[in-house]
């Protein structure tokens, strides 16, 4: 069971870029990265997913090094609404999907 | 857009008393989880399908929790007998869980209070 570590909380001003890394040291060499985004009430929601280098789509960048120990996730100019706890996934068909305590951003006017 | 249903998205229920959660997944989705939040806790994961099959259900309390999914569609979660312990949201997600995509769609939820 690949374990991720994020850090607990962040703090960032509207329109700055948010980039949180997450600690994956025993990833194996058929997991992917995948990134969840979850409001309060609400189910997570999937944001981006990678195996290796960079991904970008419409909402988020995604940066994972040569070695795959770690990753990071990039939200440009964030907004209020992008205050939410966001979530560090590793694994594949085969591995239960860990969640963590994710990371609580709160975006400040 | 396709989405995940859970009924009911909330419930209250007396400590030793049966309740039981329904999930219908995405059309087309083999793969199905229940999983149980407590607030201010990631999603903890209780039980994974596949079609009908049971995948991993290790972290599933089986003297109390069940799960079932007959025919490869939809999902029935079942505590019996409730305690208070178990108040937290619980949620349903699907996913086509092929290989290179384990993107997981989320149903809304359903919220349990046992008093």
């Known amino acids: 069971l690949a374990k991720t570590t994020q850090p607990i909380s962040m703090d960032s001003y509207e329109g700055q870029e948010v980039n949180i890394t997450c600690s994956h040291n025993n990833i194996a060499t058929n997991d992917y990265i995948t990134w969840y985004q979850q409001f309060p009430s609400q189910g997570p929601r999937f944001i981006i997913q990678?195996?290796?280098t960079k991904v970008t789509n419409e909402v988020a960048s995604l940066f994972i090094p040569a070695d795959r120990k770690s990753s990071t996730l990039s939200l440009p100019r964030v907004s209020l609404s992008d205050t939410a706890v966001y979530y560090c996934l590793v694994g594949d068909t085969g591995n239960q999907f860990y969640f963590g305590t994710g990371t609580s951003l709160t975006v400040i006017p | 857009e396709a989405e995940v249903a859970q009924s009911p998205r909330y419930k209250i229920t007396e400590k030793s008393q049966a309740v039981a959660f329904w999930c219908d997944p995405i059309?087309?989705?083999?793969?199905l989880y229940w999983y149980r939040q407590i607030l201010g806790q990631g999603p903890e994961l209780l039980v994974q399908?596949?079609?009908?099959?049971?995948?991993?259900d290790s972290q599933l309390p089986k003297d109390r929790f069940s799960a079932e999914r007959l025919k490869g569609v939809d999902s029935t979660l079942k505590i019996q007998p409730a305690e208070l312990g178990d108040s937290a949201m619980y949620l349903c997600?699907?996913?086509?869980?092929?290989?290179?995509?384990?993107?997981?769609?989320f149903g809304p939820g359903t919220r349990l209070t046992v008093t």
């Open positions: 399908f596949q079609d009908e099959s049971v995948v991993d």
């Open positions: 990678g195996y290796k």
């Open positions: 997600a699907s996913s086509l869980a092929m290989q290179g995509s384990y993107e997981q769609y």
């Open positions: 059309s087309g989705h083999a793969t």
